[in-house]
T-cell receptor, first 121, second 110 residues
Framework: DTGVSQDPRHKITKRGQNVTFRCDPI?????LYWYRQTLGQGPEFLTY????????KSRLLSDRFSAERPKGSFSTLEIQRTEQGDSAMYLC???????????????????FGPGTRLTVL | QKEVEQNSGPLSVPEGAIASLNCTYS??????FFWYRQYSGKSPELIMS????GDKEDGRFTAQLNKASQYVSLLIRDSQPSDSATYLC??????????FGSGTKLNVKP
C-alpha cells in the first residue's frame, strides 16, 4: 500500500492524558498537512510542513498541540493534557509540490490518510 | 464570513438524475479548487481539481469554476446510490493551506 497511513486508527484516553499520533505520507510527497474534523464539519486546518519545516500553524491551535516532521518523512502530532473538546477525527494528508525553487505550479493535490479517531473520556 | 461555504443539505436526487453541488468562496482563497467525497466514518477522497474558469469533465463528474462570481460546482451525471456521501469543497490560496467547506450531504434514492 503506497497511500498515506496513520497510526493508531482509534484512540480512547482519559482527560488530562497526553496522546501522540503518527502519519506516514506518500513516499515522494514533500508536503504534509494535519486537520481535525468533527461531526458535520469539514476538515479544519491545524498545521502543515514543507519537508521538515513547519510553515504554518492555525491560530485556533492551543499550545497543548505540537507537531513535528523531523526528517521530512513521517510526522507526529501530540496533544498534551487532553480535554473532552479534543475528541475528533485527526486527518493527515500529503502532497507533492514540484518546482518550488523555479516558480509556482498549478495545483497542490493532497491525499488523505484514513484518520485517527480520538475519544477523550 | 467563512472562506468556503456550502449548503449542508441533504440534497436528495433519484437514481439516474443529475446531482448539482455548489460552493462559494471568498477572494482570499481564489486559486485552486478541489472536490472530495467522504463516506460516513471515512476520510475524504479526491474526486477532481480545477483552477481555470470553465468546465472540467472526468467520467460522470464535471467541475465548473466561475471566478468572476466566486463559485465552484460539481455535477454528477447518472447518479447512483453509491454516490450517496458528503461532498466537500476545498480551496487553496497561493499554494499554502487549504480551506474546506462544511460539506453537502447527497442522498441518491434507488
Amino acid at each position: 500500500d503506497t497511500g498515506v497511513s496513520q497510526d493508531p486508527r482509534h484512540k480512547i484516553t482519559k482527560r488530562g492524558q497526553n496522546v501522540t499520533f503518527r502519519c506516514d505520507p506518500i513516499s515522494e510527497h514533500n508536503r504534509l498537512y494535519w486537520y481535525r474534523q468533527t461531526l458535520g464539519q469539514g476538515p479544519e486546518f491545524l498545521t502543515y510542513f514543507q519537508n521538515e519545516a513547519q510553515l504554518e500553524k492555525s491560530r485556533l491551535l492551543s499550545d497543548r498541540f505540537s507537531a513535528e516532521r523531523p526528517k521530512g518523512s513521517f510526522s507526529t502530532l501530540e496533544i498534551q493534557r487532553t480535554e473532552q473538546g479534543d475528541s475528533a477525527m485527526y486527518l493527515c494528508a500529503s502532497s507533492l509540490v514540484p518546482g518550488l525553487a523555479g516558480g509556482p505550479t498549478r495545483t497542490d493535490t493532497q491525499y488523505f490518510g484514513p484518520g485517527t479517531r480520538l475519544t477523550v473520556l | 464570513q467563512k472562506e468556503v461555504e456550502q449548503n449542508s443539505g441533504p440534497l436528495s436526487v433519484p437514481e439516474g438524475a443529475i446531482a448539482s453541488l455548489n460552493c462559494t468562496y471568498s477572494d482570499r482563497v481564489s486559486q485552486s479548487f478541489f472536490w472530495y467525497r467522504q463516506y460516513s466514518g471515512k476520510s475524504p477522497e479526491l474526486i477532481m481539481s480545477i483552477y481555470s474558469n470553465g468546465d472540467k469533465e472526468d467520467g460522470r463528474f464535471t467541475a465548473q469554476l466561475n471566478k468572476a462570481s466566486q463559485y465552484v460546482s460539481l455535477l454528477i451525471r447518472d447518479s447512483q446510490p453509491s454516490d450517496s456521501a458528503t461532498y466537500l469543497c476545498a480551496a487553496q490560496y497561493n499554494f499554502n493551506k487549504f480551506y474546506f467547506g462544511s460539506g453537502t450531504k447527497l442522498n441518491v434514492k434507488p
